[in-house]
């Protein structure tokens, strides 16, 4: 079926450098996207969304990038700090199946955060 | 305002046996969700409620798996018996009332299953 992937299982960054974190989908239906932060022992919890209708959208410290053409998605990380380490899933939440609400979550990036 | 909670965070039993999962979402909350993530595996989508309506259930990996949510509360998940496979962290969401796809999903902190 459909999936969403990330290109990079960890990566690993020096305090107060931009992070950069790469996710491609396949199914391009898909018209809204989220990243989600999971820290140990928690629940994913929200960062940012965006639309299908933008290709760029900004946080605090945070901006995702949607490339429709590549279907590829993206979140940047300002000055990352070491509460920042955490596990980041993508999202998707597109058309089809029998519930439009279900969420497709790609596998995961261990973003390690060096003080 | 109280978040997602769920019980217990980690259970531990034997193939075999049964175990029960409950998550509680955000109060008024109608939309409920369960997900699980097995061991090196993204995170899957089991099952969306409405109050106390399944309104899709794709996800369920087989018929082990039984979801309920009485009253359209708090929602449970058995899984008998249980099998290896079944091993894996069980997230539980919530998010507000509405047709809206993007209403955020609230997560609880999940329920960390061991099946031995």
């Known amino acids: 079926g459909e999936s969403v992937g990330l290109h990079l299982p960890t990566l690993s960054v020096q305090e107060g450098d931009n992070s950069i974190i790469n996710c491609a989908y396949s199914?391009?239906?898909?018209?809204?996207f989220i990243w989600y932060k999971q820290e140990s022992g928690k629940g994913p919890q929200f960062i940012i969304d965006?639309?299908?209708n933008m290709d760029k959208r900004q946080g605090q410290r945070v901006t995702v990038l949607l490339n429709k053409t590549v279907k590829h998605l993206s979140l940047q990380i300002a000055a990352t700090q070491p509460g920042d380490s955490a596990i980041y899933f993508c999202a998707e939440n597109g058309w089809g199946g029998g519930s439009n609400y279900k969420l497709t979550f790609g596998k995961g990036t261990l973003l390690t955060v060096n003080p | 305002e109280a978040g997602v909670t769920q019980f217990p965070s980690h259970s531990v039993i034997e193939k075999g046996q049964t175990v029960t999962l409950r998550c509680d979402p955000i109060s008024g909350h109608d939309n409920l969700y369960w997900y699980r993530r097995v061991m090196g595996k993204e995170i899957k989508f089991l099952l969306h409620?409405?109050?106390?309506?399944?309104?899709?259930e794709s996800g369920m990996p087989n018929n082990r798996f039984l979801a309920e949510r009485t009253g359209g509360t708090y929602s449970t998940l058995k899984v008998q018996p249980a099998e290896l496979e079944d091993s894996g962290v069980y997230f539980c969401a919530s998010s507000p009332r509405g047709l809206e796809r993007w209403n955020e999903q609230f997560f609880g902190p999940g329920t960390r299953l061991t099946v031995l």
């Open positions: 409620f409405v109050k106390e309506s399944k309104q899709d």
């Open positions: 965006i639309r299908s």
């Open positions: 199914n391009s239906a898909s018209d809204y």
